[in-house]
């Protein structure tokens, strides 16, 4: 499908919808968020857009996450852990076998993947694969990775700014890149009420950093065995 005809997924924030092209982020393709740390940014980002998706028994599935997820906390962004499928991949080589078997199964749902030192060449092989993919799929990279080519139609580097709030620039996406900031207030709205005023001008912790969570890029290449662990949810 792919292209301007594919439909989007509204991301629970009106000013970034309006810079994405379609409304929202895309189907059919890849959408490649580009981290300083890992473990950050990610649920601020895409919790708003994730409860809808799994409505109609649609699941969210996570390769690779810097954390164990936590059912608490994923009940509290509207996603039930029974519609979560954590897939427990350390090798690259694992986590990019995964991510390649999901997106072809075309699932109901989104698709989240951290590969951080993922080639151009297997980033190509992916968004063919995500043409046929109605789930959006989403890349967690690091930030350096900006300096390479990718051929994701969407990317956008994300960054911790204070007051919960998100900082985004979306260096390409259909037509010209967003080179000014985008603020995002992105606090959780259960918080918003139970969090005094003099915390809102704290930043959240420090995620894991890419460069202690990454094996040598050299096993990228190597061929991943037929299998992975679809592990549960914390309680």
Avoid at 201 to 210: D, L, V
Avoid at 218 to 231: C, D, K, N
Wanted: charged share 15%; glycine share 8%; net charge positive.
């Amino acid at each position: 499908m792919g292209g301007m005809d594919a439909p989007a997924v509204a991301t629970g924030f009106a000013a970034l919808d309006a810079e994405l092209p379609g409304g929202g982020w895309p189907t059919h393709s890849l959408s490649e968020l580009l981290l300083a740390q890992a473990g950050q940014c990610e649920w601020r980002l895409l919790g708003p857009a994730l409860p809808a998706l799994v409505q109609g028994g649609g699941r969210i599935y996570l390769i690779a996450p810097p954390k164990q997820p936590h059912a608490g906390g994923l009940l509290q962004l509207g996603l039930p852990a029974a519609q979560v499928v954590w897939i427990d991949a350390t090798a690259p080589a694992d986590r990019l076998w995964a991510t390649e078997q999901i997106v072809k199964s075309d699932p109901a749902g989104a698709i989240l993947a951290w590969l951080p030192q993922a080639r151009a060449e297997q980033l190509r092989r992916l968004q063919v694969h995500a043409q046929g993919c109605s789930a959006p799929v989403f890349l967690f990279r690091p930030v350096l990775a900006l300096r390479d080519a990718s051929p994701a139609p969407l990317r956008v580097s994300v960054h911790l700014e204070a007051g919960w709030c998100l900082g985004l620039r979306i260096p390409k996406r259909r037509g010209s890149p967003l080179d000014e900031v985008l603020h995002l207030a992105a606090m959780p709205a259960n918080l918003v009420s139970a969090i005094p005023p003099r915390l809102m001008s704290i930043p959240a912790p420090a995620g894991a950093r890419w460069s202690s969570v990454i094996p040598d890029a050299r096993t990228l290449g190597r061929a991943a065995p037929h299998s992975f662990a679809q592990l549960p949810i914390a309680h």
